[in-house]
């Protein structure tokens, strides 16, 4: 199945899933990049810093930074607005809409137009990138944020970025990016 059927598929059942409070919703998907990083993500991610590229934000940059930090206050891994010091070679690009139609991603092209989300939904995608290279992208969505301060802003950043850094040894189930049941 191609990339844009999947997206499609994916964002079908997403759209269905909208007409009830479900909380946050993320999508993994798998076979976006011909990178093999995936199966090493959690291990790259956790070497140094990780640069993070904020766009389409409603909200400010810092605010996304504070609520990936919120997520892993054990420092598992680190997070820095531009490129910081320590710096990994990896860079986390958050696009706040839909994602990009086609196969493209916000790594190789950052000013890549996306979507808005429909009315009441805040949606994102989330790439993790070594230099303008894909290595995986998580989708993410929920009922619509009314500000950082919103519980469900930092979970749909923390649940995004966590289905973002899964090990490909986990993640995907018949290549849509769900995983099995255990």
């Given at each position: 199945m191609s990339r844009?059927?999947?997206w499609a598929v994916l964002l079908a059942g997403a759209c269905?899933?909208?007409?009830c409070d479900v909380g946050v919703t993320t999508v993994r998907?798998?076979?976006g990049s011909n990178y093999s990083a995936g199966a090493y993500v959690q291990t790259g991610a956790?070497?140094?810093t990780n640069a993070v590229v904020v766009r389409n934000s409603p909200f400010p940059p810092e605010a996304v930074l504070a609520a990936l930090r919120a997520r892993y206050q054990s420092n598992q891994y680190r997070f820095a607005l531009g490129t910081p010091a320590g710096w990994n070679g990896y860079t986390v690009v958050i696009g706040f809409g839909?994602?990009?139609?086609g196969s493209q991603n916000l790594c190789g092209n950052p000013d890549l137009p996306q979507a808005p989300p429909p009315a009441g939904v805040t949606a994102l995608v989330a790439n993790y990138c070594y230099g303008n290279r894909l290595v995986t992208e998580a989708l993410g969505r929920t009922t619509g944020v009314t500000g950082p301060d919103d519980p469900r802003f930092r979970d749909l950043i923390g649940q995004t970025i966590a289905e973002l850094f899964a090990s490909d040894e986990y993640a995907d189930l018949g290549g849509l990016g769900f995983r099995p049941l255990p």
């Amino acid at each position: 199945m191609s990339r844009g059927w999947r997206w499609a598929v994916l964002l079908a059942g997403a759209c269905i899933l909208s007409a009830c409070d479900v909380g946050v919703t993320t999508v993994r998907l798998k076979g976006g990049s011909n990178y093999s990083a995936g199966a090493y993500v959690q291990t790259g991610a956790q070497n140094g810093t990780n640069a993070v590229v904020v766009r389409n934000s409603p909200f400010p940059p810092e605010a996304v930074l504070a609520a990936l930090r919120a997520r892993y206050q054990s420092n598992q891994y680190r997070f820095a607005l531009g490129t910081p010091a320590g710096w990994n070679g990896y860079t986390v690009v958050i696009g706040f809409g839909l994602p990009p139609v086609g196969s493209q991603n916000l790594c190789g092209n950052p000013d890549l137009p996306q979507a808005p989300p429909p009315a009441g939904v805040t949606a994102l995608v989330a790439n993790y990138c070594y230099g303008n290279r894909l290595v995986t992208e998580a989708l993410g969505r929920t009922t619509g944020v009314t500000g950082p301060d919103d519980p469900r802003f930092r979970d749909l950043i923390g649940q995004t970025i966590a289905e973002l850094f899964a090990s490909d040894e986990y993640a995907d189930l018949g290549g849509l990016g769900f995983r099995p049941l255990p």
